[in-house]
């Protein structure tokens, strides 16, 4: 495996793969990587000739105040995983490399960015949304893997490339959960060992709404009252939201009469843990309640 730091080495390496006709599978990271990230990273090296994994704590998306400097970093171990997965190549530029001196251009997806994770954290998606336009057009990657875990950031990678034609293939994987429901994230070594033990109750309340649902449950504060009923019994969890909403459009709903994603955000000691799922409501047939297959499922961004 290749450890590529310059942007123009790394650029020069995938141009001359594509002109051979080999495709480019690209998985972006922040590091400090684990199961997650290895199930993309796994269905990215069977999904591609070349793969390139990317490390890059990307200052632009930290908002004043947030986590940045207390930002988990493993590089050594990070490289180790890639190795073990067949990586072709860890590309892992520096800050002044990727935002030198002069650096000007940003890239904003107001529509997706206004609500939920961009309302808590203003500068945060136009941060994600200018390094990942940075990265396809260093990488130029044919497909490009991202998790559901941040279900709102994969919208908005999905917008944004079909925005500015950018030409990559967008695949999003499932989240990858600890035994309790935990999502995983880099984030969660810095819980406390009190803060491990109710960190799963927002994946708990999550499957709390899913199930009201499932009971034939329509109306969508019903069902948020629910989800929130789970955090509420727990004085280390705070609330950042809990929402019921449209999955194409991220509007909150008010019925839910066919599919839904649950999105939670919530605050545990100095840890940040978001999650989603998405959900069908039943449907009836001949007189009964029928419930529909809930593939993990995300969808394309709706139609303008
Ligand atoms: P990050 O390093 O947190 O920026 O994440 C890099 C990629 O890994 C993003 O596409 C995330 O959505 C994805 N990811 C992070 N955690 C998980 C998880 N638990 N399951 C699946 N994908 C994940």
Known sequence: MRIIRSPAAMAAWSEGLRREGVTIGFVPTMGALHDGHRSLIRAARLGSDALVVSVFVNPTQFGPGEDLTRYPRSLARDRALCRRERADVCFEPTETAMYPKGYQT??????????????????????????????????????????????????????????????????????????????????????????????????????????????????????????????????????????????????????????????????????????????SAPRKRRGKMVERISATWLPSPAPR
């Open 106 to 279: 940003v890239v904003t997806v107001p529509e997706i960015a206004r609500r939920w994770e961009g309302a808590v954290r203003p500068h945060h998606f136009q941060g994600v949304a200018t390094v990942v336009t940075k990265l396809f057009g260093i990488v130029r990657p044919h497909f490009a893997w991202f998790g559901q875990k941040d279900y709102q950031q994969a919208m908005l990678v999905r917008q944004l490339v079909k925005d500015l034609n950018l030409g990559v293939k967008i695949i999003v994987r499932p989240t990858v959960r600890e035994p309790d429901g935990l999502a995983m994230s880099s984030r969660n070594v810095r819980l406390s060992v009190e803060e491990r033990a109710v960190a799963a109750m927002l994946y708990t309340s999550l499957q709390e709404g899913r199930e009201a649902i499932r009971r034939g449950i329509t109306n969508a504060s019903a069902v948020q009252k629910a989800m929130a009923s789970v955090i509420e019994q727990e004085p280390l969890l705070t609330t950042d939201y809990l929402a019921v909403c449209d999955p194409r459009t991220l509007e909150p709903l008010t019925r839910i009469t066919s599919k839904a994603v649950l999105l939670g955000a919530v605050r545990v000691g100095s840890v940040r843990l978001i999650d989603n799922l998405v959900v």
